[in-house]
């Protein structure tokens, strides 16, 4: 099949949203079309499309499996989270910077048509308006992983901007998925809650249990890149910074939804080192740029992504496959 992105390369394949990026575009273009690339081996359950052992910190070799394979897209995914980030920052400040940089370089070097490259909620800092929070506004983080992300927004938007290469991003909140877990994020027990609730009927949460931040369920998330990639180049105001979100909850909320379907749910709140993280966050987003300029729209809220997620992972903990 002929993929009109032509090949696609993956960073960070194995991820959270890498890995569910991974099986969506195989299902959109055939696996011949598009390249998993990770430190990390692929799942059992991965389309068997080809794989490359890739650090993104290696220039060389992120060109090379570009000329390669022919790719002429970028999903770049590969990242450390915020909170293992603070764990150790040096990594962080590697990975996520020389990941970007070499990434953009070899967009540019080769002429690649397109790349995606996602920031976060972390960009913002505790000096930020914290209740629907606008996509253009003071951006101090106080993270490792945040100020990253601020940097390679604006290395981003320098690369569309002096050299032309068409580059992409949202700015994520916290994803929830059943697919691979996430890896070392804040917003990390926004998913565990799930398996935990699921398997043991109650979980002990690292954040308070008022923490409201912003949130989004991975078909949304999917949905969110593949409509900005798709826009048209010339209705973009903003290129890397997009602010996009579906809901905003605290833990307190999402254990009383959760009771809806398991109603002896219990929850106790033991906050560590990540409440710090979460305090200097926005709590909601306004996504009105992303709305505007590629029609933004998500489809899930607490209550319909809780459904489904408290289904799904039912189902497999039945079938002996839960995976938690
Ligand atoms: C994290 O918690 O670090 C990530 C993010 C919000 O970018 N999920």
């Known amino acids: 099949m002929i ?24 299902r959109k273009h055939g696996p011949d079309n598009v390249i998993a690339a990770d430190i990390q ?6 389309p068997a ?146 398996y935990e609730a699921v398997k043991y009927g109650r979980y002990s949460c690292f954040l308070g249990p008022d923490t409201r931040l912003p949130m989004m369920y991975m078909p949304d998330c999917l949905k969110s890149i593949f409509d900005l990639m798709s826009a048209d180049f010339k209705n973009l105001r903003h290129h890397c910074d997009f602010n996009v979100t579906a809901m905003s909850f605290t833990p307190a ?12 749910f219990e929850i106790v709140y033991r906050p560590d080192f990540r409440q710090a993280i979460a305090d200097s966050w926005p709590q909601s987003l306004d996504d009105s740029p992303a709305r505007a300029e590629w029609n933004w729209k998500p489809d899930y809220d607490l209550a319909a992504m809780t459904a489904d997620m408290i289904g799904v992972l039912t189902k497999r903990l039945a079938e002996g496959r839960l995976g938690y």
């Open 253 to 264: 909320e999402q254990a009383a939804e959760i009771r809806r379907h398991i109603s002896d």
């Open 49 to 194: 499309c080809p794989f490359e052992s890739l650090d993104v910190t290696q220039a060389e070799r992120i060109e090379e499996t570009i000329k390669k394979h022919r790719v002429e897209t970028v999903y770049h995914l590969a990242a450390i989270l915020s909170a293992n980030g603070e764990k150790n920052p040096q990594l962080a400040w590697s990975v996520n910077m020389d990941g970007t940089y070499n990434v953009l370089e070899a967009a540019r070097k080769l002429g690649l048509s397109r790349v995606f490259i996602p920031s976060s909620i972390a960009a913002f800092g505790p000096e930020t308006p914290r209740v629907f929070t606008p996509q253009d506004t003071i951006l101090k983080p106080k993270t490792m992983y945040g100020l990253t992300k601020v940097a390679g927004e604006l290395l981003a938007d320098y690369y569309v901007n002096r050299f032309g290469v068409d580059v992409r991003g949202c700015r994520f909140p916290g994803i929830i998925s059943h697919g691979a877990l996430p890896g070392g994020g804040t917003t990390d027990y926004a998913v565990a809650i799930y």
């Open 3 to 26: 993929c009109k992105e032509g090949r696609i390369l993956i960073t960070g394949a194995s991820g959270q949203i890498g890995s569910e990026l991974l099986h969506a575009l195989c």
């Open 41 to 46: 081996p692929l799942a059992a359950n991965a």
